[in-house]
């Protein structure tokens, strides 16, 4: 069983920076197409795919329009910890990120929440104007 903690979360004025931290723990990847990512879900919209990390893959990466450019995800494997940098924030940015863990086998699935089995309890990010 996989136990993902997120931290990193709290306030940013427009235009800032946070960075996002995805503490993996309890088991390992097995699959070759073993997948950690990030999805946000704001007040009244549903839960939307915002970036992915392949932990094998080369650490292949698959990025929402609405973040590339400004948002990177990345991993330190010695640490089991994913990690999602986000620059150039704006209000639209707000949301509780979670990060979840699971099988992504080819590009076109990566952003289906219903591909990841493991959740983590998420944290909050606030971007003010």
């Known amino acids: 069983q996989i136990h993902l903690v997120e931290s990193g979360g709290g306030s940013a004025q427009a235009g800032g920076s946070l960075r996002l931290s995805c503490a993996a723990s309890?088991?390992?990847?097995?699959?070759?197409?073993?997948?950690v990512g990030w999805f946000r879900q704001a007040p009244g919209k549903e839960r939307e795919a915002v970036a992915v990390?392949?932990?094998?893959?080369?650490?292949?990466?698959y990025y929402a329009d609405s973040v590339k450019g400004r948002f990177t995800v990345s991993q330190d494997i010695g640490k089991a910890t994913v990690y999602l940098l986000m620059d150039s924030l704006k209000p639209e940015d707000t949301a509780m990120y979670y990060c979840?863990?699971?099988?992504?086998?080819?590009?076109?699935?990566?952003?289906?929440?219903?591909?990841?089995?493991?959740w983590g309890q998420g944290t909050q990010v606030t971007v003010s104007s």
């Open positions: 990390i392949k932990i094998y893959a080369a650490g292949l990466k």
């Open positions: 979840a863990a699971g099988v992504v086998s080819h590009s076109y699935i990566w952003d289906r929440p219903e591909r990841y089995s493991y």
């Open positions: 309890g088991g390992t990847f097995t699959s070759a197409d073993a997948a």
